[in-house]
């Protein structure tokens, strides 16, 4: 069989897979509830990588590719969808990841979302984070929350993404979609310029440098809802996180805007169900009550996780307690939920096993 990127991306929504890897001397690879699975056929060679490499490329991404050794963007193609693709260099071979969008924004319930997303929705102002590793859904959690104030709300938003996996039509708000390296050269200089195009909510797709942060908690703290992506991995770690990218005579004024302008952060896994039919999402919830905002002035994020643990009347929740809600559920298997508790003895208690 000779592969054509029509062949594989068809294949690859025939399976449902979330990704399609692309790599020299192996047939292609899809990622199909979180595994890696190889399928059947002739292994990929460098002639027909490079094929398919120059066929997503336009000009200036393939010049982008051509200096940094690596690319990432997204395209749409009919009857496939749009997808997002990243290509870098193995032994001087183009290889690629490729992740599949969906087409539409699912409910949140079909999702899994924990009901207090939407009530976030709602607020006026101050900085929602979404975290979680790769892949765990982050950019779903995100587009789910700006269509959720698309049907309910007359505001601008603007998003800034690399790239952008999923197009949202004007509803009841505008929605302005940037994209890096099309539309925009960074987050970080693009956001400065978003501020001025009297934006309501301003989404952006990974806050990754200090510039984005500092930027990103002044336009929260000064009357916008901003929504952001962090690759961290709990609530805690993401206040550790943003304190520790700033120098330590910046620290004290930080953690006094992140403490003010903070709303909620929402922590995220994905994880393969025990019926082997798809994964689902278990959430950390944390809600920047005034306890909360006091730690995080005085830079005791240690002492956030007993708030999660106590703060079930404002809605939020520990991981620990999201699986084992999951697993008492049967949505997930007691060796998922085990391996990806923060106290396996938490969960041990609370199900009677050793």
Not at 33 to 49: C, H, V, Y
Not at 202 to 220: H, K, P, Q, Y
Not at 298 to 327: C, P, R, V
Request: aromatic residues 6%.
């Amino acid at each position: 069989m000779s592969w054509t990127l029509d062949k594989i991306f068809k294949g690859a929504r025939r399976f449902k897979a979330s990704d399609i890897h692309l790599i020299n001397g192996v047939a292609p690879v899809f990622r199909l509830n979180g595994e890696i699975r190889p399928i059947d056929g002739e292994p990929l060679d460098a002639e027909s990588l490079h094929q398919m490499t120059n066929e997503l490329l336009n000009e200036k991404q393939r010049a982008k590719l051509e200096s940094d050794w690596q690319a990432c963007f997204s395209r749409f193609f009919p009857e496939v969808g749009r997808f997002r693709v990243s290509i870098y260099y193995r032994s001087g071979i183009p290889e690629m990841a490729i992740r599949l969008c969906e087409s539409v924004v699912r409910p949140g319930e079909e999702l899994g979302m924990p009901a207090i997303l939407q009530d976030l929705t709602r607020l006026p102002n101050g900085l929602i984070l979404v975290t979680g590793q790769t892949g765990v859904g982050k950019t779903t959690t995100l587009n789910y929350m700006v269509d959720c104030i698309n049907r309910e709300r007359r505001e601008k938003i603007i998003m800034i993404e690399d790239p952008i996996e999923y197009v949202h039509e004007n509803n009841r708000s505008i929605v302005i979609q940037l994209e890096v390296m099309t539309d925009a050269p960074s987050f970080r200089s693009t956001l400065i310029h978003v501020l001025r195009q009297d934006p309501d909510v301003v989404v952006i797709g990974e806050m990754r440098d200090l510039e984005t942060i500092e930027t990103a908690l002044v336009a929260a703290e000064t009357g916008h809802l901003v929504m952001a992506t962090l690759h961290t991995p709990d609530s805690v770690q993401t206040i550790q996180r943003i304190f520790s990218v700033f120098p330590a005579e910046q620290q004290n004024s930080i953690t006094v805007q992140l403490a003010n302008s903070l709303q909620a952060i929402i922590s995220q896994k994905l994880l393969p169900k025990a019926s082997g039919d798809g994964r689902v999402l278990a959430c950390e919830v944390c809600i920047a009550t005034p306890a909360i905002r006091k730690h995080i002035r005085d830079q005791q994020s240690h002492h956030i996780y007993t708030e999660l643990q106590t703060g079930k009347k404002y809605q939020m929740q520990t991981m620990d307690h999201a699986l084992l809600d999951l697993y008492q559920r049967g949505e997930i298997s007691y060796d998922v939920t085990i391996s990806n508790a923060r106290e396996p003895d938490f969960i041990k208690s609370r199900t009677n096993r050793t």
